[in-house]
């Protein structure tokens, strides 16, 4: 009988678990899809899919950033407020400052930046929590959005260009008919750069290095401190892109809006299989995570569930998709 090699068990069964992993994340998907399309004539229509491809934008935006931090074994709670922080100073750039859009729109996501760079200084230099740092953090930016807009929304009406960042259709320039929101396509180019940066850069090899083990990662010579801050800013970045996103398709920026929606992004991240632990995660699994969360909020709206049960059946997902993690790394 032919040993096999105690080396290659590991790997062997890793490769097993991962792509029973990966055939749970996309049957979830495939089966939900099934399931609301024979529940409601409403649902597999294309108003519908655009509607789910447009609630997926900005969370997914938002789960693309955060995914790098989780990678690395940390953690942002504070990215649906700083989202907001983000879409508030883009008002404020081209509202009140009367700047270009362009101008405004970089302002906005250096806005995201700028606190992710303050996130992953504190967590890393000051040695505090992620947990705490980016609560922090949450607090802080809920506060200045608040402040900066005086508690009312911003609104973009002189500047019809920044509605079409989002809202506008370049497909539909070129294919008459098939009027894919802007969103839809700079969110999938977005994803594109998100996976090429975290499995075919240093960043990406560093940012698993620090997640499977912090102190190997410091001793082999890896200055963990530095990466951690340029991870984080890497998180803001994104993060400022989804507050533009969003102020876009609203037309307007909205200083209370991004409560709740960091642990949405999270969820995403979890149940596409990225592991709270770090050291583990892919942007495909946290694209495919921020969809099964669309479709589910989508197809029991559109059901007529009430929004409380939405919320428990989320949680429910959330709680099933960490139990997983955990049995398949016990495993």
């Known amino acids: 009988m032919e040993v096999m090699p105690m080396e290659a068990v590991p790997t062997t069964r890793h490769f097993r678990r991962e792509v029973l992993r990966q055939f749970l994340m996309f049957g979830s998907l495939i089966l939900l899809f099934v399931f609301f399309s024979l529940s409601s004539p409403y649902f597999f229509t294309f108003g519908n899919i655009v509607s789910i491809m447009l609630a997926t934008c900005v969370n997914g935006m938002l789960a693309l950033g955060v995914t790098f931090v989780i990678v690395s074994g940390g953690i942002d709670l504070s990215i649906g407020t700083v989202m907001t922080l983000s879409a508030v100073m883009t008002g404020v750039f081209i509202t009140y400052w009367r700047l270009p859009v362009f101008l405004g729109v970089l302002g906005g996501i250096g806005t995201g930046m700028l606190c992710g760079f303050v996130n992953g200084t504190v967590t890393?230099?000051?040695?505090?929590?992620?947990?705490?740092?980016?609560?922090?953090?949450?607090?802080?930016?809920?506060?200045?959005?608040?402040?900066?807009?005086?508690?009312?929304?911003?609104?973009?009406?002189?500047?019809p260009s920044f509605s079409k960042i989002s809202m506008g259709s370049v497909v539909g320039s070129l294919f008459p008919g098939f009027n894919l929101p802007n969103a839809v396509l700079i969110f999938a180019i977005s994803s594109v750069l998100a996976h090429i940066i975290l499995t075919r850069?240093?960043?990406?090899?560093?940012?698993?290095?620090?997640g499977s083990n912090e102190e190997a990662a410091r001793l082999s010579g890896l200055n963990v401190d530095r990466w951690k801050v340029i991870l984080y800013s890497l998180c803001g970045l994104f993060v400022g892109m989804g507050g533009v996103m969003m102020?876009?398709?609203?037309?307007s920026a909205q200083p209370a809006l991004g409560q709740g929606y960091e642990l949405e992004a999270i969820a995403a991240v979890v149940i596409g299989g990225t592991s709270l632990s770090g050291g583990e995660g892919s942007i495909v699994g946290t694209i495919v995570g921020a969809f099964i969360m669309s479709t589910l909020t989508n197809g029991l709206r559109i059901l007529a569930v009430p929004q409380?049960?939405?919320?428990?059946?989320?949680?429910?997902?959330?709680?099933?998709?960490?139990?997983l993690d955990i049995i398949r790394r016990r495993g």
Do not use: C
Not at 247 to 251: F, G, K, Y
Not at 308 to 323: K, L, M, N
């Open 247 to 251: 102020a876009s398709r609203l037309n």
């Open 124 to 159: 890393s230099r000051m040695k505090l929590p992620p947990f705490i740092a980016t609560l922090g953090m949450m607090m802080v930016a809920k506060g200045l959005a608040l402040v900066i807009s005086g508690t009312a929304p911003i609104y973009f009406t002189h500047a």
């Open 201 to 210: 850069t240093v960043i990406g090899r560093y940012d698993f290095a620090i």
């Open 308 to 323: 409380e049960w939405q919320i428990v059946a989320s949680g429910v997902i959330v709680i099933g998709a960490v139990y």
